[in-house]
């Protein structure tokens, strides 16, 4: 059983494979649950809980992505391990981290929102007593804006999940994703916008010359659907550069707030995936950028 964090009720709209499924629990029945696992006081779980970002407060509800399967569990008279279930390592490397957390990676690729898996647990039921065998977690979890799955997004997403692989393939469009990732785990503004404009660097500063400018032509490009829509994203580029700038050398933080951290986000998500979507070497990529005027784009027809 895993927690999710930043998630409506939206997210149960959500279908997952190998038997992964998502469902609700209010405040009571979630803390409760989670008390019992780990043999806890109900008042010390939702200490635990509080910084995790887990419970949704306008909707009063809890989710969790939950899945079940059989292994070999040998404790002894005190509800103690053994020996260790290789089974559930099994179950973790393969459908717990490789399948489900790509996927939740993905689906914050896809679209804005910091959804996570803060919290997750294996157990076993003797006697309808669930003792846990192992937990893993994070500190903290930043409080965001819930990841809204529209109905309409979700064939666009499932088609988006379905063609894409983790680790990507060429190394500079990896480094461009890690560093998206790190921007959601730094939990400083900083640092958060200063892994957003590297990631933007490493995917699109393709040349010498000047810095500034080159990443913020190319973004223009990729990006811009129509010359006007081009000059806006470049004028913006060049200003969250300029703030980029006077960070690194004052290491004050007053000019940076969350927009701009939003903004970044989005300019490196939607370029990973063009990027992606276009699959070009990093040289091809910059040839083609420099040859096209903006509202050009002749690899979308």
Known sequence: MG??????????RM??????KIEDKSLEEG?????RIEGLPLKVVGGKLLPLACFNYSEKKYYFVTNSFKSDIKMNARGILTSFPMGVARFDNQFAHGYLNGTMRLMRLFKE?????????????????PRMLMGSGTQICVWEEPYELKPTEIPGLLSF???TSLPFSKSFLQLGFEAF????????RGLSFLSLMIGLEALLNTGFGELKYRVSRNISVLLGKTGENSESIFGEVKRLYD???KLVHTGKLDTIDEKDISRSRYYLRESIKEISRMRKRKNEIGDLLNSCGFGKRPWKK
Do not use: C, M, Q, T
């Open 3 to 12: 927690a999710l964090a930043n998630v409506d009720s939206s997210i149960l």
């Open 15 to 20: 279908p997952l494979d190998h038997g992964f």
């Open 31 to 35: 803390i409760r649950l989670i008390s």
């Open 113 to 129: 929102g910091n959804i996570v898996v803060p919290l997750k647990y294996y157990y076993v039921i003797e006697k309808d007593i």
């Open 161 to 163: 999940i379905r063609n």
């Open 181 to 188: 990732e790190l921007s959601y785990e730094a939990n400083h």
């Open 243 to 245: 703030k980029r700038s």
